[in-house]
């Protein structure tokens, strides 16, 4: 509790030991804390338990660079710019990793439950359907549900009745408490209150879900400036651990308010993820070949940075070509 | 529409026929649950033609948005733009969603069955697939619990099965678990029963659902026949009540598709 300690990237990176359960902020190509995502692919870790409300870029990345064991989730793609997440896909054909599939619904379910203190969450939605097929419960296949591990649930779902009104069966969707919770945030107060522009996705949820949470702010800002409109936060200072800032920090995902997803970068890293050979290369050239986040913006280059940059009036970018015409 | 030689009329292509037949299952005041792309042409055709008092919910958490700038994504800071509310997953998933509110969702699929039920998950078994797919996303949910749902899919005899490989997203007949066996989608649903499959839209003809759940056809697009329907569908495909050829595009809504909706050329290239 109390404030979040100030630390940076690289240290921020250095606290997840392999095989820590993790979550990130974001929905698909939005808000990911890629800044993060690239420092844990650069310090290599293995192992990680990664489950998310649903997956993107980031996720894509870090499972191509091995450091994802077990991923639980619903999807994995880059929407318009790679509708397929090609580095899940192919582990899950080749068997290397354990994948747990749910609905987008039975996800929030989860953390919905994780946040609250609750130990599940009922839910109608997603039913009938293969998802809760007992032959398909990965966890359950690799010996995984056997309650040593207290962060894995020892059943994928249950079924129980309404109790109170007849309306008959509901699933019963288990808590997600990861370690850590990774998160990118739009502003961050200096004690650490968290507002994020737009669209929430889960990432309150998640904040409060999660054993510890990392921030990483595309600004820090004075307290009483986020004070004066405290409905527009998402957290309170006492729930953040640490607190990292950092400008462009969830490029090339896009920042409402700050800059676009950058469809260019991700359309190439999607065509680089076809086979794990050019995926490689690509990791060479933006992850491995840069020492830090200064060095990656540097390359990015000033101009194609501001061709992101968001219109302060509207939230998003007036002068990227998004179309053919 | 006018007799005057026309910009678009006679050069319509098959994704702007998917447009329009897509804007035309949407009724005026529809609370309605897009996805990224043609859900959105979509619904936005609707709204500026005969659907005015429609609305529009994105996933990620903008409700009744006035877009001015067509979104790339549901997470796009543009879906929001003017909208009553915006919040998360819970608003959109649970207080949308799970509490009765969404007349019409447009969703999509890799392989459907002749009860509606898809599939967007793995081709093959799933413990040993041969190709993984995107994974369920809120495809299921939204069909399981949306009023009226209406699959935009690609015709094809590989796609259009007598058994799916997983059903990521509930049908009208499902699997009632734990055993698993097949029942009516209001067997296994109870009181959250709302609704189910209205309709499917391919680049080739629109199909609905009789009584007991299954797949017919509708309407044959222009310049198809029901014979090049069945030969694109691997299973025996109730042809009974055929009402026709699909109405193609007017002159004024591809002006609206390509001039007003997606000027820039994002999902009409």
Redesign the interface.
């Known amino acids: 509790m109390g404030k979040p300690k100030v630390i940076s990237v690289k240290e921020a990176a250095g606290l997840i030991k392999d095989g820590d359960f993790i979550s990130f902020s974001?929905?698909?190509?939005?808000?990911r804390p890629m800044a993060m995502v690239y420092e844990l692919v650069r310090q290599q870790k293995k192992n990680l338990h990664l489950l998310e409300?649903?997956?993107g870029t980031h996720s894509e990345i870090l499972v191509g660079a091995g450091c994802i064991r077990i991923w639980e989730?619903?999807?994995?793609?880059h929407?318009?710019y790679g509708?397929?997440?090609q580095m899940?896909?192919?582990r899950?054909?080749s068997?290397e990793m354990i994948i747990e599939?749910?609905?987008?619904?039975?996800m929030?379910?989860r953390l919905?439950a994780g946040a609250y203190g609750l130990p599940f969450f009922p839910?109608?939605?997603?039913?009938?359907?293969?998802?809760?097929?007992?032959?398909?419960d990965?966890l359950a296949?690799a010996g995984l549900r056997d309650g040593s591990n207290p962060k894995i649930p020892v059943k994928k779902y249950d079924?129980a009745r309404d109790p109170f009104f007849?309306?008959?069966?509901?699933l019963l969707m288990p808590a997600a408490n990861p370690d850590w919770a990774i998160v990118y945030a739009s502003q961050v107060g200096d004690e650490g209150t968290v507002r994020v522009?737009?669209?929430?996705?889960?990432?309150?949820?998640l904040i409060k879900a999660a054993d510890q949470v990392i921030v990483l702010a595309e600004e820090v800002v004075p307290e009483s400036y986020l004070r004066r409109d405290p409905e527009k936060n998402i957290a309170a200072g006492y729930a953040i651990d640490y607190l990292v800032e950092l400008p462009w920090g969830a490029h090339p995902t896009?920042s409402?308010?700050y800059y676009d997803?950058d469809?260019d970068f991700i359309r190439s890293s999607y065509q680089a993820s076809k086979s794990q050979a050019s995926f490689d290369r690509w990791a060479d050239q933006w992850i491995f070949g840069v020492k830090d986040h200064n060095d990656y913006l540097e390359k990015l280059g000033i101009t194609h940075l501001e061709s992101l940059r968001?219109n302060t009036a509207?939230?998003?970018s007036?002068r990227i070509?998004?179309?053919?015409? | 529409m006018s007799s005057q030689t026309s910009k678009y009329a006679s050069s319509y292509r098959p994704i702007d026929l998917l447009a329009v037949a897509a804007a035309r299952e949407v009724r005026d005041g529809d609370v309605v649950f897009a996805g990224t792309g043609l859900p959105m042409l979509a619904i936005m055709l609707a709204q500026k033609t005969h659907a005015p008092e429609a609305v529009c919910i994105y996933e990620a958490g903008s409700m009744d948005g006035r877009p001015i700038d067509l979104p790339t994504s549901v997470g796009d800071a543009r879906c929001a733009h003017q909208a009553s509310i915006t919040a998360g997953l819970t608003e959109t998933l649970y207080g949308q969603l799970h509490s009765g509110y969404v007349d019409l969702a447009f969703l999509g699929g890799a392989e459907i069955d002749k009860y509606g039920n898809v599939n967007t998950t793995v081709l093959g078994d799933y413990n040993a697939p041969t190709k993984r797919l995107t994974g369920s996303g809120g495809n299921p949910d939204i069909n399981a619990l949306a009023r009226r749902t209406v699959f935009i899919m690609v015709q094809e005899k590989r796609r259009f099965k007598e058994a799916v490989d997983y059903i990521s997203s509930p049908g009208w007949r499902i699997k009632k678990w734990p055993g698993g066996e097949f029942v009516h989608k209001r067997e296994v649903y109870g009181k959250f029963f709302y609704g189910g499959v209205e309709a499917v839209i391919t680049n080739m003809a629109v199909f609905r659902f009789d009584k007991e759940g299954i797949m017919y056809l509708d309407t044959v697009h222009p310049g198809f026949t029901v014979e090049d329907v069945q030969a694109n569908c691997g299973f025996d495909l109730n042809v009974g009540r055929v009402r026709g050829e699909t109405a193609p595009p007017t002159e004024r809504e591809m002006e609206l598709l390509y001039q007003v909706i997606d000027p820039e050329g994002i999902f009409l290239l």
């Not at chain 1, 989730?73 to 793609?77: A, D, P, R």
């Not at chain 1, 039913?127 to 809760?132: I, V």
């Not at chain 1, 522009?197 to 949820?205: K, P, R, S, W």
């Open positions: 974001g929905f698909t190509i939005w808000r409300v649903n997956g989730s619903c999807w994995s793609g929407e318009l509708k397929l997440g899940v896909a192919a899950h054909v068997g599939d749910y609905s987008h619904g039975h929030v379910a919905l839910t109608a939605e997603a039913m009938g359907t293969d998802l809760l097929n007992p032959e398909y990965s296949r079924i007849g309306k008959g069966e509901l522009n737009v669209q929430t996705y889960a990432d309150a949820e896009g409402q308010g997803v469809a968001a509207l939230g998003y007036t070509k998004r179309g053919t015409r």
